[in-house]
């Protein structure tokens, strides 16, 4: 049995009420892990959901900052994409 681990997705979004329609477009469990100031989430889902919930959050139209297998590294990759703004 493969061992489930955890992917940490970075967006630019301001409410936490697109993870329930990103839940029912994938049909996968996505769940807010952090809410950052002023417009940013880290949402978790598992590694085999990813390719359904990036696609999910695509049609969506929310912005994708970057994914990563730790919250601290997922923090990070918001505060760097959001340097020039």
């Not at 697109?18 to 996968?28: A, L, N, P, T």
């Not at 952090?34 to 359904?52: F, S, W, Y």
């Amino acid at each position: 049995m493969r061992r489930e681990r955890r992917r940490y997705i970075v967006v630019r979004f301001e409410h936490g009420g697109i993870v329930k329609r990103v839940g029912e477009r994938s049909g996968c469990e996505v769940s807010v892990v952090r809410e950052l100031q002023p417009d940013g989430l880290v949402l978790g889902c598992r590694h085999t959901d990813l390719p359904k919930v990036r696609e999910a959050l695509k049609e969506l139209g929310v912005e994708v900052l970057g994914v990563s297998g730790t919250i601290r590294k997922a923090v990070r990759k918001f505060w760097s994409g959001n340097a020039g703004k």
